[in-house]
């Protein structure tokens, strides 16, 4: 049985993949494209970014930085410009991977999607937010505390610009990524992977997995770890009660 051809000349069994192909490499030009321009721009206000970032550390009672190698303030300000353009750009990636998905999907999955689509940029920007204003500071207070004189020395934090930034970006990307775990477990749920009984039954494992995945994404001091760990545990229980009320609505849907 001979292959059909479409009016173009390619195999017409073949014509939606590549499709799809196209319809691909169309969003991931967006998304870089506005991943490069969001670059540029940052890499122009570096500068102001930084001073942005150094705020916990003044705030703690540090007020210098040093560099030892001759380019380490060249790719600090390269690393400051790619991070900001990472969280400026999100949204856009975001909806270039959502108008991707979204053709494929009925109706009733795209208003489940949406709301989530809402909570990920929400959730993600409120655990940067604790992280910067909340957990920072109090984590560089206790880290920079051991400074002082130890047993006839002067023991001094001189912490240096690229230690400092990699700290910082460890602690707001953790802190966001971690807060999007309600949203991962109503995910879940609505897939039918997981249900909200299942989830209560393994709270105390939950609990234990959510210390390691502070463990993983904080700094490595206990003070981090655990200003992370306890959101995160509450941040559980949230999903719980928001799975609670989906499951309700969707009962009242199926009784109509």
């Keep these: 049985m001979s292959p059909e051809f479409g009016d173009d000349g ?3 069994s073949r014509a ?3 499709d799809h192909l196209i319809e691909l490499r169309r969003r ?4 870089f494209a506005s991943l490069f321009l969001a670059f540029l721009a940052c890499y122009y206000f570096a500068e102001q970014i930084f001073a942005f970032l150094v705020q916990p550390l003044l705030r703690a009672g540090q007020g210098k930085l040093i560099y030892t190698d ?3 303030a060249f790719f600090a300000k390269v690393k400051v410009a790619f991070f900001a353009a990472c969280m400026l750009s999100f949204p856009i990636v975001a909806n270039q991977v959502w108008r991707f998905v979204a053709p494929g999907l009925y109706a009733k999955e795209k208003r489940a999607l949406r709301p989530f689509l809402v909570l990920t940029p929400v959730l993600f920007l409120s655990g940067a937010a604790l992280a910067y204003f ?3 500071p109090l984590a560089l207070k206790f880290l920079l505390g051991f400074q002082g004189n130890v047993g006839g020395i002067q023991q001094e934090a001189l912490p240096a610009i690229g230690n400092y930034l990699s700290f910082v970006t460890k602690f707001l990307f953790g802190f966001g990524v971690a807060f999007l775990l309600p949203v991962l477990l109503m995910l879940m749920e609505r897939a039918g992977i997981v249900t909200r009984a299942q989830l209560v039954k393994s709270r105390r494992y939950a609990i234990v997995g959510v210390t390691a995945i502070a463990a993983v994404l904080s700094p490595p001091d206990l003070v981090s770890m655990m200003l ?3 959101p995160l545990v ?3 229980e949230l999903a719980l009660i928001a799975i ?3 499951e309700r609505g969707r009962a009242r849907e199926a009784a109509v």
């Design 16 to 18: 939606p993949l590549l």
């Design 28 to 31: 991931l030009i967006w998304s």
């Design 228 to 230: 992370l760990a306890v």
């Design 244 to 246: 609670w009320f989906t």
């Design 234 to 236: 509450l941040l559980y």
């Design 10 to 12: 390619l195999d017409a």
């Design 70 to 72: 001759v380019f380490e």
């Design 134 to 136: 909340i957990a920072m």
